[in-house]
């Protein structure tokens, strides 16, 4: 099991365009459209699924909302911090 991250650990290496939300980090990735939204989803379950770190994931006319937390350690670890930073990186 991953261990949980500090309050200041979680502040320093939140990655860009995310936010905390109790024991979660959050992000709304916007698109053009619902067609671009929804292609983004499916790059971010494949790679969600090569983690075996699943997030929530939910799907609106140009918009993606990710959540991360580690349910096993019960809040936020370095596999977060690590499957944002590569979800940005097919966005940004």
Partial sequence: MADLL???????RLPDGWSRDGDEI????????YLDASGFLSAA??????????PEMTIRWG???VRLTTHDA??????DIDL???LNGIHD
């Fill in 6 to 12: 500090s309050d200041e650990e979680i502040s320093d």
């Fill in 26 to 33: 959050v992000r709304a990735f916007e698109f053009d459209g």
């Fill in 45 to 54: 379950a494949g790679i969600a699924e090569d983690a075996w770190h699943h």
């Fill in 63 to 65: 918009e993606v909302e």
């Fill in 74 to 79: 019960g809040g936020i670890t370095e596999n």
């Fill in 84 to 86: 944002a930073e590569r």
